[in-house]
């Protein structure tokens, strides 16, 4: 069984930083690709930023400059840092994995992080 569990979120003022850690347990799961999505109140869940076992970066416009995502592939465990914080930024923040288990394609989320930017 694969468990996703994100940590980090909190309060934070206009202008400030968190980091953001998205820990991944499971026997024999091997992560292909690390992602973060958000959900503000009233809206549709969006992605903020992707890794894959290539390392190679994708993020979403509104993340370029201001948020880097990583992966500690040794501890199965990610990371989103945001800098530059905006009020816009207030959501939920998940992690969603990729990976295998053995010959099987697996997929599982997190619950999430709340992350709330307010002065």
């Known amino acids: 069984q694969v468990r996703v569990v994100e940590s980090g979120g909190g309060l934070v003022q206009p202008g400030g930083s968190l980091r953001l850690s998205c820990a991944v347990s499971a026997s024999r799961f091997s992560v292909y690709a690390m992602n973060w999505h958000r959900q503000a109140p009233g809206k549709q869940r969006e992605l903020v930023a992707g890794?894959?076992?290539?390392?190679?970066?994708d993020y979403a416009d509104f993340a370029k400059g201001r948020f880097t995502i990583s992966r500690d592939s040794g501890k199965n465990t990610g990371y989103l840092e945001m800098s530059n914080l905006k009020p816009e930024d207030t959501a939920d923040y998940f992690c969603h994995v990729e990976g295998t288990v053995g010959n099987a394609m697996v997929d599982c989320w997190g619950r999430g992080t709340q992350v709330a930017v307010s002065s």
């Open positions: 890794i894959t076992n290539g390392g190679y970066p």
